[in-house]
């Protein structure tokens, strides 16, 4: 709840918050608010906050009514990171491109929340994430493509009941390519290639899922590379299957780039 009021303060007062000096909880001394928040993601990011460690060092004095107890708290620390990486894309979409500051600190340590050895649930924060600070960063995103990239390749060649995950690579993929410019056209073959198979599921394969939102999700992408660089897109290959993958399904916020880019 703390995390979600700083958000709102962030999204009503801009950039100025950052300029308050707030006081430690010993009342000792004044830090300014940036240094703290900082701190203070910094300590989620590496898991070192008291409800992330608490049930670590459990002394093992008999079983505890282990299931329920053990999934609340579970689900308590996702929706802590949740709101964590909700914070950090507000923050950089108040900052602007100067958020890369912060960011630098916090790129590795989110990073890891990518791993496929993370729960579903921390792989769909962090990509959130990225794809809210890349919007906000403009093209200094493309610093972070390198480590990134390989992530968004290895969620969307996965099949089966992970319609979220998929939704959310295309999703972190298609900002990526919008807001690099020309820089990533020499690789959007490849990124046809990783989109591919999400656009032309078998009936058996959609019906296991929720509703589609990861195909809508990667024609916008394939749209956004026609709009940036269409002559390095091979249409009469793409268009063809963008067409027997319509309608748009769930997302319908997609269609728009969708249409810009068939005009």
């Given at each position: 709840?703390?995390?979600?009021?700083?958000?709102?303060?962030?999204?009503?007062?801009?950039?100025a918050?950052?300029?308050?000096?707030?006081?430690?909880?010993?009342?000792?001394?004044?830090?300014?608010?940036?240094?703290?928040?900082?701190?203070?993601?910094?300590?989620?990011?590496?898991?070192?906050?008291?409800c992330q460690?608490?049930?670590?060092?459990?002394?093992?004095?008999?079983?505890?009514?282990?299931g329920?107890?053990?999934?609340?708290?579970?689900?308590?620390?996702?929706?802590?990171?949740?709101?964590?990486?909700?914070?950090i894309?507000?923050?950089?979409?108040?900052?602007g491109p100067?958020?890369?500051?912060?960011?630098?600190?916090?790129?590795?340590?989110?990073?890891?929340?990518?791993?496929?050895?993370?729960?579903?649930?921390?792989?769909?924060?962090?990509?959130?994430c990225?794809?809210?600070?890349?919007?906000?960063?403009?093209?200094?995103?493309?610093?972070?493509?390198?480590?990134?990239?390989p992530?968004?390749?290895?969620?969307?060649?996965?099949?089966?009941?992970?319609?979220?995950a998929?939704?959310?690579?295309?999703?972190?993929?298609?900002?990526?390519i919008?807001?690099?410019?020309?820089?990533l056209?020499?690789r959007?073959?490849?990124?046809?290639?990783?989109?591919?198979?999400?656009?032309?599921?078998?009936?058996?394969?959609?019906?296991?899922?929720?509703?589609?939102?990861?195909?809508?999700?990667?024609?916008?992408?394939?749209?956004?590379?026609?709009?940036?660089?269409?002559?390095a897109?091979?249409?009469?290959?793409?268009?063809?299957?963008?067409?027997?993958?319509?309608?748009?399904?769930?997302?319908?916020?997609?269609?728009?780039?969708?249409?810009?880019?068939?005009?």
């Amino acid at each position: 709840e703390a995390i979600q009021a700083i958000g709102l303060d962030f999204k009503r007062l801009g950039v100025a918050v950052f300029d308050l000096l707030v006081r430690e909880m010993d009342y000792s001394f004044e830090v300014p608010c940036s240094t703290l928040l900082t701190q203070r993601i910094l300590t989620y990011l590496e898991e070192r906050g008291h409800c992330q460690t608490v049930n670590r060092f459990k002394d093992g004095e008999g079983e505890e009514e282990e299931g329920e107890e053990d999934a609340d708290e579970e689900n308590h620390i996702h929706l802590l990171m949740e709101n964590l990486g909700d914070l950090i894309g507000i923050l950089a979409k108040v900052s602007g491109p100067g958020f890369i500051l912060f960011f630098n600190q916090f790129h590795p340590k989110l990073l890891k929340f990518t791993k496929p050895s993370r729960s579903q649930p921390d792989r769909d924060m962090a990509m959130c994430c990225y794809a809210e600070v890349f919007e906000a960063l403009g093209s200094a995103s493309l610093s972070y493509s390198d480590s990134v990239l390989p992530v968004l390749q290895s969620v969307l060649k996965q099949r089966e009941g992970l319609e979220t995950a998929r939704r959310n690579a295309a999703s972190c993929l298609g900002v990526l390519i919008e807001v690099a410019g020309e820089a990533l056209v020499p690789r959007y073959l490849q990124f046809l290639q990783w989109l591919h198979p999400v656009c032309v599921r078998k009936e058996a394969e959609e019906e296991q899922d929720v509703g589609g939102a990861d195909v809508d999700n990667a024609l916008s992408t394939v749209a956004k590379m026609i709009l940036v660089a269409s002559d390095a897109v091979p249409l009469n290959q793409v268009l063809p299957v963008m067409f027997a993958a319509l309608p748009i399904k769930e997302d319908f916020a997609e269609s728009i780039v969708v249409f810009k880019a068939f005009l």
